[in-house]
Each structure stands twice: as structure tokens, then as C-alpha cells.
């Protein structure tokens, strides 16, 4: 609504003041002006009409008195002609009578005029009891006249009363009075009308003009009043934009502040986006503990490194974001409490330390690999001078070997022949075995290139197998493999799986050892997740297994059950972190068997094998 200034307020009154005033006044006049009007006018006919009536009734109660008068007169004298009483009542009356006989005829009168006026009247006809007649005119002073009443004998007394002068007078007089009265109030109107500018108008229109000025003044204090409440809620609004502005600056912690019944009342943008919950499903409507029971429930991605992105610190927690994401936080709670110390709430801050953890693990297990790289490289560099020294005789003593089968030829058969024959074919196949060993070793000094490429994951199982079985088999320990060389292909560096399986497989044997397990074994499968696109290439074994509470750490570097100069807690780290490499992944779970199984997640190979090629770098 748009607001009027001040002074249109004030002007707008003082426009109006003069006018009420006069409006107000004019009606006072006029209604003055008719009330006393019609007060005089209803005094006058009240009086004219009461004096009237007043006269009149006097008149026929003094008939009523002759009438009287003469009937006592008549009962008391019963001789005396009924004419002579007539006069004996007039006289003692002072009215004028006149006497009908039955007929109608006059009688007598004690006023000549009456006898005429009365046969004028009546024309020999009785007059009619109760009648009133005027016969001022005719009898000079009296006036009015009434028959009253009947006499022995049928007939008639007519009793004349006279006017009292006082009658007329009175009446005079009321006239006079109300004419006045009227000349009265037909002045005082004048008076007020002549005096009503200053005694009504200019009072009126001042106390109308301080009226306006106090409403003005009321109006003027409202609206200083409503703009002062105006700026201190623009103020306070802005104030809190600019809190809630500070609560969303903040780039990296998240903020969430509670009440004293730590329900939630403040949750920053940050916050919001790691732990993945809008405002409005938090704020008001959860407490602390209940967010993080929600954050506590299943992640549903894994981390790479999963198991060294455990929490190191007390003020550190793992907790599974909206989405599912396993997020690392490292929180700070403080309370908040008044300037008595009485705790008001609680504020939780918090970092995302999920990625810088995940450098910190990646640039650790980089310097292990560099480490183990560098080993590698020694250790290879003995195995090929080794190799190659072994290689010499080897072939010597397959040549050998086989210029001694080729002579045996010339000896024809025999038993001597065929025992000879057979034990040079056994030696061929151990010469050929121990080449295979001796090339392995290069390659291990050799690793060669890291790039991947779609494998059949038997052929790296076959040669690993091939390496180590003799070496298993005279520990006792049995080896099971199924898998199908027709099956679908995986994304991996070869020489790089192998020496993951290497690692499982020495892994298992040690367990076997340390735990003297009866009957020891180990199971080499594969499985394909057509849905997901994985192949997983899993190891079982039914040895010890790993503990619940050590199979987070086994897979950080220099973690280590075994005794001291036997382990060096370095195998599964630089296992797991190859395995990462193809975009695979490895975990331990516990074998239906009672030990470890190890699982291998690769990515299947989708296209022709020559395209799947892809370099990783070192
Ligand atoms: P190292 O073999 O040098 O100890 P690893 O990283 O290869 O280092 O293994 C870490 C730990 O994992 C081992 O010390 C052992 O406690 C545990 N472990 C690995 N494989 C198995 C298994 N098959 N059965 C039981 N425990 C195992």
C-alpha cells in the first residue's frame, strides 16, 4: 500500500475542519429551529384547547347548578307555579331561565330577548335535554346557554349561564402569551443564529482543528513508529541473510547446529552436499544422533583402499553419505551455551578428508610399489644372470639327452632299450620344465610393460599353477582349479595377475603352515557377473581364515601377522593396488570352509581384444 506523506494528512484535515464545523452547525440551527417551533406551536393549541374545554365544563356545571336548584326549589314548595321558581332559581343563580310548557310553548322568561331567541330555536317544539345552544348575541352580555333538564309536569327549564368576563380574558390572554412565547423563540433563534459564529462555529472549529492536529501528531508518531519497525526487521533479515551467507561461504566445512534437545536447527550448504540430505528434510525434523544413524547405514560403493580409509583419530568417522558414498570425516563437536554457561545446543563442524586421505593412501602405496619395483628390479637382474647361467648346461644336457635317445635307436628294443628310452623322455620333460621356470624368473626380473589387455584368465592360472605346484604338493597342500578356457575375457595386465595369484596362493600356504591344517586346499575358480560386466577370480582356501577385526588392516602396507624376517606385510597393499589399476578391485571375505577367500574383481573385455589394449602409467 502506498503511503500518504504527512502533510497530505494534515491538509486534508484542515480542509475538512471548517467544513464540519459548518455542517455540524447548520443542523444544530435547524434542529433548534424546529424543536422549539413545535414546542410553541403545541403549547399554544394545548392552552387555547385546555382553556376551552375548561370554560365549557364550568358553563354546564352551572346549568347543572340551576337545573338544581329549581328542581329543589320545585320539591320544597310544591304550590308555588312552577314560572315563580323558575325566577327564584335565576335570581339566586344570577342565570338567565327560560320555562317551556310541554307543547313547546314559552312560559316564562326572565329575559324578554330569551322568549324570541327560544321560539326562534325551537319553533313550539320542546328543546332537547342536554342541548347547548349559543345565544350570546341575543342576550347582550351572557353567552352561551344550555337546556338542562325536565320538570314536573313535561315541562322544560332553559338555564342561560353568562360568560364570566374572566373567560374571554383568559382566552385573550393565552393568545397573547403563546404569541410570546412564539416572538420568544423566534428571537433566541435569531440570537443564536446571529451569535452562532462565536459561540459555536469558532469553538467547534477549533477544538475540530486541535482534534486533527492530535490525529495528525498520533499519525505522524505511527508512521515514524512503523518505519523504525521496518528498518529494524529489514536490519534483522538482513543480518540473518548475511549469517546464513557466513553458514554457506564456508567451502570446505560443514556446519550443523542444534538446540538443547539437539534437534537440528542450522545445516550449511556444506554440509548438505557431503552427507547428501537436503535442509529441508534435516532441519527441524532430525536430531543428531538420528542424522548419524542414517549415515550409518551400508556404503554402497567401496572406496579404493577401502580398508586404509578406516578412521585413524577418535574425531574421525567413516559414514555413508545419501547416495550411498562412503565419505571420511573429521568432525569437531563443541557445545553452545549462554553467557551463565548453560548449555543452549551443540554445533558440529566437520571436513570432508575423503580425497586428501585417498592421496595420502595413493602416494604411500606409489612409494611401496617404487620400493617393490626397485626390489623387483634386483632380484630380476640376478634371476636373468642366474637364468642364463642355468641355460647353457640345460641346453647342454638336453642335447645331450637327445643325441643319447638317438643312438639308443641303433640298439634296436629291449628291455635294457625301453627303460633307457623312457627315463630320456622324463628327462626331457624336467629339462623342459626347468626352461619354463628359468624364463618365469626373467620375467619376474622383467615385468615388462604395464599396459592391459583382454586375457582368458585360465592362461596366467596355468602358469602360476605350473611355478608353484611341485612346491605345493610337497607341502601336501591341494590344488583345485576350475575354469573354463572358453569363458569370457577380462581387462588386465598379465604378468601383473600373476603375480597377484602368486601372492594369494604364498599368503595361503603360510596360513596352512602357521595353523597346521589337516587336510590343506585350495580352490581356483571363476565367476562372471554378466549384469555388473565383472569376472571375479577367486582364491579359497580352508586354512585359519582372517579374523573380522583384522580384515580391515590387511590390506595396508607393513601390516603383518607373521613372525619377524617372515612377512612383510608388503604382498596384499601392492596386490591390492595393481588389482586397482585394471579397474578391478580385491577383497577378503570368510570361505564357506571355515578360511579365507579372496575374491579378484576385473572388468570384463566387451570388445575385440587388440582394442581393449590400454596403457597405464607407471
Ligand atoms: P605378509 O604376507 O608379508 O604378512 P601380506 O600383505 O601379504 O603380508 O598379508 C598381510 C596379512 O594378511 C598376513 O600377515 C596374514 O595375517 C593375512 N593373510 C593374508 N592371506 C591370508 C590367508 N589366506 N589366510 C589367513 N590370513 C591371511
Redesign the pocket.
Known sequence: MAETPITDHRLLLEDSTTGVARRIFRRFVLVIGLVSTTFGAAMVIYDVADTTRQTSAALIDQGHFVIDIAKRLAKSKPNEPLAAIAAQAAALTDAEVALFAADGRPLYSTHHALIKRANELYQQTLPTIGDRVEITETLGRHSGAWVVSALPDGKRLLAVIGHQPGDEGRLRYMTVGAALLGLGLGIGLLVILLTARWTLQQPLSRLIEQLSEALARDIRRRERAEQQAVQARIAAEGHLAFRDRLLDASQWVGIIGTDHEERIQIYNSKAAEVLGYDADAVVGKLTIAELFAALERQPRSTLPHRSMMQPQQADERLVAAASGEEKLLHLHESVIADSAGNPLGKLVAFADITESRQLQVDLKLNELQLIQAAKMASLGEMATGVAHELNQPLNNIGLLASRIERKLTSFGSGETVDFMREKLTRMQGQIQRASKIIDQLRMLGHPGDRSLAAISIKRPVDDVIDLLQSQFKSRGIELVIDIDAAGPQALANEAQLEQVLI??L???R??FDDAETAHPLIEITVEHDAEHQRIALI?D?N????PEE?SAK??QPF????VAG??????????YSLVRSFGGDLS?ERSQRG??R?VISLPQALTAPEKQTARVDP
Open positions: 601372492n594369494l604364498n599368503n595361503a603360510d596360513a582364491v582356501d586354512g585359519p581364515g582372517v583384522v590387511i590390506f601390516y603383518t601377522t607373521k617372515k612377512g612383510t606385510g608388503l604382498g596384499l597393499s601392492i596386490s577378503v578360511g579365507a579372496f
